[in-house]
């Protein structure tokens, strides 16, 4: 079983920046493609950005384009995501996971994490 534990999130003004952290356990995360997904209140999991395991090939949801940036230390078995100009719409839960995509509201592989919650609010 694939487990992410997510850190990093607080409550932050908008314009302002956070650094979220993805750490893998029990496994090595060098052979997976991973994902930042988030949730807000009242709506369905979305993705945010995805990085590929080998390349380093990255994707971004239109929205956060620009503003955030993906990264991955293998040496440290952890995905980062980067987040500049951040906006009250990007107020959610974000969790990690393997795979880049949402499958009837879970990731294509595994389950959801705990999480961490993300306020952007003055």
């Known amino acids: 079983q694939l487990q992410f534990v997510e850190s990093g999130g607080g409550l932050v003004q908008p314009g302002g920046s956070l650094r979220l952290s993805c750490a893998a356990t029990g496994f090595s995360l060098h052979y997976y493609t991973v994902g930042w997904f988030r949730q807000a209140p009242g709506k369905e999991h979305e993705a945010v950005s995805c990085?590929?395991?080998?390349?380093?090939?990255?994707d971004y949801a239109e929205s956060v384009k620009g503003r955030f940036t993906i990264s991955r230390d293998n040496a440290k078995n952890t995905v980062y995501l980067q987040m500049n100009s951040l906006k009250p719409e990007d107020t959610a839960v974000y969790y990690c996971a393997a795979g880049c995509a949402v499958v009837g509201g879970r990731p294509v592989i595994g389950s959801w994490g705990q999480g961490t919650q993300v306020t952007v609010s003055s």
């Open positions: 990085i590929s395991e080998s390349d380093g090939y990255t």
